[in-house]
């Protein structure tokens, strides 16, 4: 459980690459699935990416071959790394945790961090 705050964000030009931190402020390897959704303005929120309880992390194909999640449990910290950005991955990136309770399974979100792709 705790806070989970998304950074890195910004404005890049279509081709360039950019990476996005998630911090959590408890230990983040406690929660069994991690991940990265986003939403475009007008738009249903999408999944980017998710690393499930197994360590086997499903991308949307959207994305595939072009972004990557990774953590580093030093810094507590998990990462979407962006390649070969198209416009249309500009979107609010939204940092998604998931951790089992007596009650069921609980979602945590960040705020949001904005990515910008000009063409």
């Known amino acids: 459980q705790g806070q989970l705050v998304e950074s890195g964000g910004g404005l890049v030009q279509a081709g360039q690459s950019l990476r996005l931190s998630c911090t959590g402020t408890?230990?983040?390897?406690?929660?069994?699935?991690m991940g990265w959704y986003r939403q475009a303005p007008g738009k249903q929120r999408e999944l980017v990416g998710l690393?499930?309880?197994?360590?086997?992390?499903n991308y949307a194909d959207s994305v595939k071959g072009r972004f990557a999640i990774s953590r580093d449990k030093a810094e507590n910290t998990m990462f979407l790394q962006m390649t070969s950005l198209k416009p249309e991955d500009t979107a609010v990136y939204l940092c998604?945790?998931?951790?089992?309770?007596?009650?069921?399974?609980?979602?945590?979100w960040g705020q949001g961090t904005q990515v910008t792709v000009s063409s």
């Open positions: 998604y945790g998931q951790i089992g309770t007596i009650e069921g399974y609980r979602d945590f």
């Open positions: 408890a230990n983040i390897f406690s929660f069994n699935a």
């Open positions: 690393r499930t309880s197994g360590g086997n992390i």
